[in-house]
């Protein structure tokens, strides 16, 4: 019997090393990976934020300057132009495209997308990165940019890991998207999502359309790249990937994909800088202001707030819509009277352009000492330590620059090959502007335009400069005198020439106005010669008065400039500013109450910290009977004295086309206005003064040189060159309904002792001491 084969049984495989080794690297793997976590977090790999960081990350942000009317007119910023907003003011559409194209699973994960980083291990970043939002936020604000070297790039992207989950844990989903959006740089000065949306498309975010967002949000890939000034054809393609990418997660349609891929960008790009936007010169003096507020308001802390990078917001009372309206009003008037004023200065017409009555000798004089007080000598001198010879030598050699001109009425630039020299003298023949708006009661002004461009001509015309007044002035005069001694506009006094002796108000000499047309003769209601700016009537008041009760009244109008107390002051030789002169006469409207004009009316941190508010500054400077009465003085100047042009519908007098279309008359104004125009000697300046009950206005219009004027008055007088201004203005602000600009009458006094009605007989008739006629007993000046 054979024997059975004994079979060994087969050895069982034993696996049991593998798992034990299998979890030793697992549990190895994932302590090394918890330790380089925690290492990074201990700050071995760099400095880590710590809470307090995370709570405030420290970021440049702009101080915004914002408007009465919630309008932002422009921002103080160094490098960086951001202006943070919450997500509540970013619309759907945008925080769509942002997740769909960049981070697809951000409400799934917390800081780190696991599929998204395994799927990047295994094909190698070929399909795709693995950065979130969060991670890309931490690398913004914390991290900085990538570096090349690769031990660093692996070490600075274990730091995003650990600073998003951190980011995750501090901030809800919504904070993380609109901190995202703040902090990102989408070039031409536009940092974050605001000053972006209000640079590329001139909107806030709010505002943003579905295929604008799409745009944006295509930036973030790489800005440089996608820059839409530079790559428009780049940028729309990135913007329909951003689109296709909506499509695919189911925020947009293929229909409304389709549609909007075949659009255009449709930038309108507005750019946001200190010499661009509207209300440029008050911007530049609010910074100003605001240099001295810092000064005097420190930090809890005891360091200063710095104005570009704070973030803080400063609330104006400027009005975007009638400031707006006051640079429209500039922009329409000035072009056509410097055409005016070039035709007058052509060679043939005025070899010594633009200058007037100046001896070729003075004009060098007058060049000479424009060089030295010029910015390039002051940066040749001083900054470039350049010798006294060298920089004048300067001004002598052409050279390649970009000069101003009114190109069909709208200020331009045109390139050009000039000697320095030239391009001053040619900068000399332009008419310059300064005008402000105010409301009387409250002190607000509204509106503030220093220049016409302020790109090339940075002097500041409304507070800065100050010009002689000419007639603007004389109301002054008449207000001290109804003040003093009781007077009507209907009170008649002789126009007859007259003149006040040497000595007299520590006159040197004998002073004796003309009337500007040289014509004399019978007399004049007061209210009859203001209107018609009468110097010998001005001249017998304040003889009467006095040149020193008339400075004393003028100061407490608020008026800083040093003015001399003599006679001469009158006529309006004394240098005033638009602001000053604006401030003065809004005391009338206000019924005698002098209410300190006001720029800015609260201060805020970042966080909302109310840091200043601002305290009226009020007097009582006349009783309200003299206010009103001077308010119906100044009335008759635009019922039929120099200013009546305004009511016109082309009258005779100004009838000639030609001065329409330079002066834009007729206005046709039908409601109450009280108004001063007012000429210096040689037609140097215009003014107009213009008044309704809670609107006072003031406009200068002459030349950097008061050699540079007109030859007559046709042109060169303030009803020409000023009024024309403040015509317009008013007829836009009236325009506009939501302003509630006054149309009414000027309101009377309860109790009114002093006759305004000049249609009634037997008005008295005031002379002069020496006269024959006898002075009524309640009308005698001694």
């Not at 549609?259 to 255009?264: D, F, V």
């Not at 050009?416 to 900068?427: F, L």
């Not at 001469?568 to 206000?590: H, P, R």
């Amino acid at each position: 019997m054979a024997k059975k084969k004994k079979t060994t049984p087969k050895k069982v495989q034993d696996f049991s090393k593998y798992i034990r080794w299998f979890w030793i690297l697992f549990v190895a793997g994932a302590l090394a990976v918890t330790l380089i976590f925690l290492a990074a977090s201990w700050g071995w790999f760099g400095e880590m934020p710590d809470h307090t960081q995370l709570e405030n990350p420290k970021t440049n942000l702009a101080t915004e300057i914002i408007s009465s009317d919630g309008v932002t007119l422009g921002k103080f910023y160094f490098n960086d132009n951001r202006t943070p907003v919450d997500f509540e003011e970013l619309p759907k559409h945008l925080v769509d495209a942002l997740i769909a194209t960049e981070d697809a699973r951000f409400h799934e994960h917390s800081g780190i997308d696991g599929r998204g980083t395994l799927r990047a291990f295994v094909f190698l970043g070929k399909k795709g990165g693995a950065s979130t939002i969060s991670q890309q936020l931490a690398r913004q604000l914390f991290v900085g940019v990538r570096s090349k070297n690769l031990f660093e790039t692996i070490t600075q992207k274990i730091k995003e890991w650990v600073i998003a989950i951190r980011l995750e844990r501090q901030y809800t989903k919504e904070e993380i998207i609109a901190q995202y959006f703040n902090i990102y740089d989408f070039l031409n000065n536009a940092d974050g999502i605001r000053s972006a949306s209000r640079i590329y498309f001139g909107k806030e975010p709010r505002d943003l359309e579905l295929k604008e967002s799409a745009m944006l949000v295509g930036m973030f890939k790489n800005a440089a790249l996608y820059d839409p000034r530079r790559n428009p054809v780049g940028v729309k393609n990135r913007r329909n990937v951003v689109l296709a990418q909506m499509e695919k997660y189911g925020y947009i349609s293929e229909q409304v994909m389709d549609s909007l891929q075949k659009t255009e960008l449709d930038l309108r790009y507005t750019p946001e800088s200190h010499r661009e936007g509207i209300a440029t010169y008050f911007r530049e003096y609010l910074r100003a202001f605001m240099k001295e507020w810092i000064a005097e308001n420190p930090k809890p802390d005891g360091t200063k707030y710095n104005i570009n990078s704070d973030g803080l917001k400063v609330y104006t009372t400027i009005d975007s819509r009638m400031q707006q309206h006051a640079e429209d009003a500039i922009q329409q008037h000035m072009p056509r009277l410097q055409a005016e004023f070039f035709h007058q200065n052509t060679p043939r017409r005025n070899p010594t352009a633009p200058f007037l009555d100046l001896t070729l000798g003075a004009i060098d004089t007058l060049m000479r000492n424009s060089i030295r007080q010029s910015e390039r000598w002051r940066h040749m001198k001083y900054d470039l330590r350049k010798d006294t010879k060298e920089i004048v030598e300067s001004f002598y050699k052409p050279i390649q620059m970009s000069v101003f001109e009114w190109k069909d009425g709208i200020p331009s630039e045109k390139d050009t090959i000039m000697k320095p020299i030239d391009s001053m003298r040619y900068y000399k023949s332009f008419l310059r502007t300064g005008m402000m708006s105010m409301d009387p009661q409250t002190g607000h002004v509204k509106a503030w335009v220093g220049g016409i461009n302020y790109r090339h001509f940075q002097y500041d015309m409304v507070k800065q400069g100050k010009r002689q007044t000419g007639s603007t002035f004389k109301p002054f005069v008449y207000t001290a005198a109804i003040d003093q001694l009781h007077l009507s506009p209907c009170d008649e006094i002789p126009d007859t020439p007259f003149c006040i002796e040497k000595n007299k108000y520590g006159n040197p000499d004998e002073w004796c106005p003309k009337n500007s047309d040289d014509d004399y003769g019978g007399v004049r209601t007061l209210k009859n010669a203001l209107a018609n700016s009468v110097n010998t009537v001005t001249a017998r008041l304040i003889d009467k008065v006095g040149p020193q009760p008339v400075k004393d009244l003028v100061e407490k109008l608020g008026v800083e400039s040093n003015i001399l107390p003599v006679p001469a002051i009158a006529l309006g030789v004394t240098e005033l500013s638009v602001y000053e002169m604006v401030g003065a006469y809004s005391t009338f409207a206000n019924k005698g109450v002098y209410t300190k004009p006001v720029m800015v009316t609260q201060i805020e941190d970042k966080n909302g910290t109310i840091l200043y508010q601002f305290k009226p500054e009020t007097r009582d400077v006349l009783n309200e009977e003299t206010a009103f009465v001077t308010v119906k003085l100044l009335e008759g100047v635009t019922q039929y004295g120099s200013g009546a042009r305004l009511r016109t519908k082309g009258a005779d007098a100004y009838r000639a086309d030609y001065r329409e279309i330079v002066t834009g008359y007729p206005y046709e104004f039908t409601n109450p206005i009280a108004g001063k125009t007012g000429t210096t000697q040689n037609q140097s300046d215009g003014w107009f003064m213009g008044m309704v009950p809670n609107l006072v206005t003031g406009v200068w219009v002459g030349a950097e040189d008061r050699a540079a004027h007109f030859a007559s008055i046709t042109y060169g007088q303030g009803a020409a060159m000023a009024l024309p201004i403040w015509a317009l203005y008013m007829k836009s602000c009236y325009a506009d309904d939501t302003l509630n600009v006054s149309q009414e009458e000027f309101e009377a006094p309860s109790e009114l002792s002093i006759n305004v009605d000049c249609s009634e007989e037997g008005q008295n008739v005031i002379v002069d001491d020496d006269q024959e006629e006898r002075i009524p007993e309640e009308l005698d000046f001694n």
